[in-house]
């Protein structure tokens, strides 16, 4: 029973949370090593154009809860997120064709587009905050819980509860859809095949008549989509604040780098390793603890290993872990 | 136009945008924007001696520039009585322990042969390490941060001139920037970028969290000033009369007095910076360094050790923030660690730097002045903007009263428009490099 009880509280505090903020880290790495791969500089701008696209979903939200349209027990933001992908797109290509393009004709250097892209950043978040402002912003409606602790303890009859938000199951579902979708685009549509082509290595892509314009278009394309989902999400989970997703940055990156910048699947899982390292460092253990251990070993502490403030170090460290002693990541990305 | 009239009428341009300030807002705010136009330069310099001289890629410019605050702190603040016997040994004996147990793993990583051994005892060495330092550290702290937590509960500072603290803030920053090199230089640039924007937010949470070291975000206020205080000039007589000699209100100019007084400090720091950072780019050190940014390995075939001249501009430079750092903590009187922000610390100064002129020293202390005036006034500027906007609108309207609201949040999307323009029109900067 004790076993039980301790696997229950390891599973609401630390696996079920982690899951959902790994697939949400997993999107946004997914976006990044995309357009590392393809456009080859790291793009500073991906934090705020998450927020961008969650604000946008935020946006339509509310008109369509105005409008009285709801989606059942499933928040309303789900049906935003179509237009809010399609608003962060127009957004994405309007940047590409006015900024990023006149330096990829100049063939500059990639810190020179990675400055560049901090413009961009600067200009998103003005955007944002201008348009919605820099508060809290609740959007997330419909059930709140699959099963919430009460119902949990009543099915079972254990001691600890159990809660699976409804966001936290959302996010996990709809982050599947959007991997095995993007999967399936780049490994059997001529697109997809055209655009691995060209990250691979660039010449023999251009070489065998594949259009590098086109490619860049549908790398934003789907960056547009991946970062707009995951913006929503994790605004569904926590809550819609812009300067957050700048700090998401941090992370962000660390998961792609870990897992091998430019590899997909890196990607997904540097999100996973970071999501559950931040999660599991800066859980205090003695929950767990007071199950599996004799009564005369209970810890007297909180058993944190880090306070909760500096999750940013746990992805921090991994990632100069990975630098130092695996430059090109967990998945063998690019190390040029 | 020659060069030198084209400088000078450049800065003569900032300046009268001051000046026009000082006439149409009041001289107070002039001389605000020029105290802070005066550290933003400094840093400027700092960045520019890393990117423009030697193109290393720091976003971590937040960072040095809390430590420069945390030093101003642990330099003049007053030592918080009991503290030391407390508990403040026991946390110095911590932190000796956790530097003792990195120490320990780079020895046996460097000592023994690679293998499962050695990866067992680099393991066992941290996680013992970790828990003797959370051991010894954990009561130190609790028995600190009891003492009066609500005005105390830090260790205080050393009670030296305040003066004293800016080198100390270099210094300080200068220590933290050599540990950092000495792990993240040799990443390729993107990746010191985000090692860098990662270790600048990590500083922010250490100096946020350990309210032991200067008491978190329950922030230090009433630091020591270099400069006299306001009620002290006007309850001089001498004062008094010479302000009434001027004919101007005693309140107004004891405030201006002390603000030029700072202008005057701040221009001695920056104009010895300046002519070091000037006199290093002559040298045969900074085409050293430049020869360095413009082709590594031809660089490296000549003989010259990369790495380490990287690391030698990266502590310097950081320094040079952390001295800015200081200042402005000492400026404000106060530290607020919850106020550091990445956009206006750490990628604004690089909006200076870009749109100055990197490589050219003088073209970022024109970038610093330029820019913060613009991160400033563009705020009233917006807001002057969209009152002309919305004048048709009705009094009522929704979106009216959404677009003036607004307004405050211009300066952002305006400072990116500056940045890709100046990218793209003009990509050396105001003041190139030569």
Known sequence: MDFLNALVALSNFVIIPAIAYGSQLALGALGVTLIYGILRFSNFAHGDTMDFGAMIGVLVTWFLQSMGVSFGPLPTALLALPFAILGTMALVLITDRVVYRFYREQKAKPVILVIVSMGVMFIMNGLVRFIIGPNDQKFADGERFIISVREFKALTGLKEGLAIKTTQGITVVVAIIAVALLFWFLNRTRTGKSMRAYSDNEDLALLSGINPERVVMYTWLIVAALATTAGVLYGLDKSFKPFVYFQLLLPIFASAIVGGLGSPLGAIAGGFVIAFSEVTITYAWKKVLKYMLPESLEPSSLMQLLSTDYKFAVSFVILIVVLLFKPTGLFKGKSV | MSETVKNTALFGLVFGLIVLTGFMQSWNVAVLILNMG????????????????????????????????????????????????????????????????????????????????????????????????????????????????????????????????????????????????????????????????????????????????????????????????????????????????????????????????????????????????????????????????????????????????????????????????????????????????????????????????????????????????????????????????????????????????????????????????VLRFSPRGLIPEK
């Open chain 2, 38 to 421: 005066l550290i933003s330069a400094i840093m400027a310099l700092g960045v520019n001696l890393q990117w423009g001289f030697a193109g290393l890629f720091n976003v971590g410019v937040m960072g040095f520039v809390a430590l420069g605050g945390l030093a101003v702190v642990l330099t003049s603040a007053a030592p918080v009585e009991g503290a030391w016997s407390a508990g403040g040994w026991r946390i110095v004996i911590a932190l000796l322990a956790g530097a003792g147990t990195i120490v320990a793993t780079v020895v046996v990583r460097q000592r023994m042969a690679a293998g499962r051994a050695r990866n067992i005892a680099t393991i066992a060495i941290l996680v013992v390490g970790f828990f003797l330092y959370r051991g010894i550290f954990d009561p130190g702290v609790a028995a600190v941060e009891a003492i009066n937590p609500a005005l105390q509960g830090n260790l205080g500072g050393l009670n030296l001139p305040v003066l004293l603290a800016w080198p100390m803030g270099g210094l300080l920053a200068a220590g933290v920037a050599w540990l950092i090199g000495k792990t993240a230089l040799g990443l390729r640039s993107d990746y010191l970028a985000i090692a860098t924007l990662g270790i600048a937010e990590i500083i922010i949470a250490v100096m946020k969290n350990e309210d032991w070291l200067a008491r978190g975000v329950k922030n230090v206020v009433g630091l020591d000033r270099p400069v006299p205080y306001e009620i002290d000039l006007q309850n001089s007589s001498a004062f008094i009369n010479r302000a009434e000699g001027l004919g101007m209100d005693v309140a107004t100019a004891s405030s201006l007095f002390v603000k030029l007084n700072y202008s005057i400090l701040f221009a001695v720091v920056l104009a010895i910076i300046f002519v070091m950072a000037q006199l290093a780019l002559k040298s045969p050190w900074g085409r050293m360094m430049r020869a360095i940014r413009d082709n590594e390995v031809a660089a490296e075939a000549m003989g010259k050790d990369v790495t380490n001249r990287h690391l030698q501009i990266f502590v310097i430079g950081s320094a040079v923030c952390g001295i800015a750092g200081a200042m402005m903590t000492t400026l404000d009187g106060q530290l607020t660690p919850g106020t550091y922000n990445p956009l206006r610390y750490t990628f604004l100064i690089w909006v200076m730097v870009i749109v100055g002129g990197s490589g050219n020293n003088l073209g970022a202390v024109l970038g610093g002045f330029l820019i913060w005036f613009l991160w400033v006034q563009v705020e009233p500027m917006g807001l002057w903007l969209m009152e002309v906007i919305t004048s048709g609108m009705a009094e009522d309207s929704g979106l009216k009263k959404h677009l003036i609201d607004s307004a405050a949040h211009m300066r952002l999307l305006t400072m990116g428009v500056i940045l890709l323009l």
